[in-house]
Structure formats: C-alpha cells, structure tokens
C-alpha cells in the first residue's frame, strides 16, 4: 500500500514540476511579501550597507558586458554627478568590485551545494559585508572628497527604489 | 530515502492547501529589490533613451530539501512595449542568488506602462518570493525661467569651465502647473549672463508607481536642455502635467 502511495505522490510531484517550470506569466498575487522594507516609504529602514550592495551590483557591469551594458552603466551614473576626473576611477573601482563579489558569489554556492542543508551562511555573509565595505573605501581614495560626498548621497536617495529583506 | 520522501510529501500537501504558511514554513527569505532608471537624451523626445536596471540579490534559507530541487531567479523589466521576462540561472535552495537585468528603450509614447520586480521559483513548491511594482514612465518637458538669483557656482562637469549654478522657476500654462517634472537650478559656464539663459527648455523621464496621482512622480536630477535670451520674450509653455 506505502509503494502505491509513494508512487501517486511521485506522480504528483512530477506533474508539479512540470508545471512550475513553464514560462513565468503575470501573477495575481499581492505585489510584495509584507515582511520587506519598502524604502519608498521608509528610507530610514534601509541599511547603508544593503543600499550601497544593491546599487554597485546594479551599476558595476560584468567581463563580457555588452555595449548596452556599457551605455547604461553612464547612464545610471551620470546621475550621480561625478567630475569627469571623478568618472574613470569609479568604473575602474566598479569593474574591480564586480569581479570580486562574482568570486564570492561563486565560494557561497559551492559551499552551500557541497554542505546542503547544513550550510552555515554566516561566514560568507560577514565576507559580503567585508567586500562592500572595502569597496567604499576604495571608492573614497581613488576620488574626490567632493565626488564620494554626491556619490554618497545618490546611493541614500537610491534607497527609495528598494525594497530589503527585514534580516 | 524516508527524508526525501517525507519532504516531498509535506511540501506537495503544504503547497496544495496552505500555500501561504508553506512558504513562510519552509523558507526564510533575505531577498532584496532594487530597480533603477536613468535616462540619455539629445534634447529631443526621439533621441530620448530610457534604460531600466532591476536587480534581485539575496538568498533564503531552507530546513531540508531533496537534492533535485533548484531555485531559479526571473526578472519583470518592461518599459511600454520593450522588455518582459528575464530568467537567471538556476540554483540550488541554499544557494546565493544575484542578478540584473537592464533594459533600454525609447518611449514610443509619452507616457508609458511599466512593470518591475522579480520572483524567485522553486521546482517543488513554486514561486516562494516576489515582489512587483505597476508603473508609469513618462519623458517631461518643462520650461523654466532663471530667476537671475546664484545659488553658487561649481565645476562644470568637464571638470575644467566653472559653472554658474541658478535658481529656476517652473513657467508653464495655468493648466499645465505645476508641470511634473521641477527643476530648481540650472548649470551652465559662467561666461554666459543670466540674461542670455532666460527660459530653459528640458526633458527628463520621470517615473511613478500607478495610482498615486501627480504627487506621485519621481524625476531624474536632471536632463537634457536649450536655453534662450531674455529678448525672445517667450510665453509659459504647456509642460508635461500628468494627474
């Protein structure tokens, strides 16, 4: 009876993998989890670390960024009001820190495939902190006082366009 | 063997009738959004380029899960007709997920629907995180007029003219007030006088979530202008008013 059981529940499980793997279409459901910090209405809440994190991934560029990649990436920081003489060490400082945080990203996964459910995150997360960290500093010996002052402010006034896990 | 059939039992029956408490009992979600646009332009609407980065970065954590479950990021990045669904790589539960996608796009409109967020899909449970937001996206135009007053001056960003940065006043139609978009200083090289950068023409994009009226629209710092002399006499200009 157990071996009938376990054979329609693995039925089933195919069907629901099978089905969840189709194409994302749009879903009604409510827009957001209610356990996440809406930095439109609360920027406060949103941690300069978290904050700095999501903007250098989104406006650091990969190895093989395409020509949008590059176009956008001005674009994105053009709004920060960067000297020109401000500018070029940034992307440079920006490209650095993509690479590294990739590495990161690439030891998290493979400890976290390796050790499975065991898998202690703390260490790596204190690793992510670290980075972001090392990459404001580098931010602010490579540019102006003035440059990492308006770089600085933009990523505050970016924290409205985030929302954050509430960790 | 027991473990693996016992997970895929609970979560199949946890998914079927109590999706809600299904995902909050099996996955402590430290996910993060951030979508960001910004905007090139030569002054003029066609040569107006929108480009829309959405990130998700995070990871959840999982008590078990079979070995054959992964996780897969996707990514909503529509501006107007551009854009769409955008599928990262898949992972395992416990693994770290980050990534972008960004979009350009030239309004073919003024103003536009725009849908941003992203979800995260488990292979047994399904979408187990997510979070969008329904958006306008428009290309503003207001005129300003130079108030004659320096707010101060700054390097130009060439990094070698200095600038003379003034104070600017919206000057639209009564319809058309306050316009969108309101710019409250102009830069430009200190050689020109005040008079000789009267009225300032811009476009910039400017974006807002649906539904919350014109006190909703949230504009990029700056964009892409012509000045002209005080001599033209110029008239208030029907600048972008969206309610």
């Known amino acids: ?167 | 063997m027991k473990r693996i059939f016992s997970t895929i039992v609970f979560t199949l029956v946890c998914s079927l009738f109590l999706p809600s408490k299904c995902s909050a009992q099996f996955f402590q979600n430290h996910f993060n959004i951030y979508r960001t646009d910004s905007v090139t332009s030569d002054g003029t609407v066609n040569g107006t380029t929108v480009f829309q980065t959405v990130t998700i970065d995070g990871y959840t954590q999982v008590s078990t899960m079979p070995p054959i479950v992964f996780h897969t990021p996707h990514i909503r990045n529509q501006i107007g007709s551009s854009g769409g669904w955008y599928t990262g790589s898949s992972v395992c539960p416990g693994c770290y997920i980050s990534y972008s996608n960004t979009q350009g796009a030239q309004p073919g409109n003024l103003l536009e629907d725009d849908n941003a967020g992203a979800e995260v899909v488990c292979s047994l449970a399904g979408i187990f995180f997510y979070s969008f937001e329904f958006l306008q996206l428009e290309v503003a135009y207001t005129r300003s007029l130079n108030t004659g007053v320096l707010r101060g001056t700054a390097k130009c960003p060439n990094g070698q003219d200095t600038c003379n940065i003034w104070f600017i006043v919206s000057y639209c139609t009564p319809p058309t007030s306050p316009p969108d978009w309101n710019p409250s200083s102009y830069g430009i090289q200190n050689t020109y006088p005040a008079t000789s950068v009267w009225y300032i023409d811009g476009i910039t994009a400017c974006v807002r979530i649906k539904g919350t009226g014109q006190a909703g629209w949230v504009c990029l710092p700056s964009g892409a202008s012509l000045s002209w002399p005080q001599s033209l006499n110029l008239s208030p200009a029907n600048c972008t008013h969206t309610p």
């Open chain 1, 1 to 167: 009876m157990i071996r009938y059981v376990s054979l329609a529940l693995l039925v089933l499980s195919v069907f629901a993998l099978g089905t969840l793997a189709q194409n994302p279409v749009p879903h009604q459901h409510p827009m957001s989890p209610p356990n996440l910090i809406d930095g439109s209405k609360n920027p406060e809440l949103v941690p300069d670390s978290t904050a700095y994190r999501l903007y250098l991934i989104s406006v650091s560029i990969p190895a093989n960024s395409t020509e949008l990649d590059r176009v956008a990436q001005q674009a994105h920081l053009s709004k920060v009001g960067l000297a020109v003489n401000d500018l070029q060490p940034t992307i440079t400082a920006l490209a650095a820190f993509r690479s590294q945080y990739d590495a990161w990203l690439s030891r998290y996964n493979a400890a976290a495939t390796a050790q499975g459910a065991k898998f202690d995150p703390t260490l790596y997360l204190q690793q992510r902190e670290d980075l972001v960290q090392s990459m404001r500093d580098t931010l602010k010996r490579s540019i102006s006082a003035k440059g990492m002052l308006r770089f600085d402010t933009h990523v505050q006034t970016e924290k409205k366009f985030m929302k954050v896990a509430v960790d």
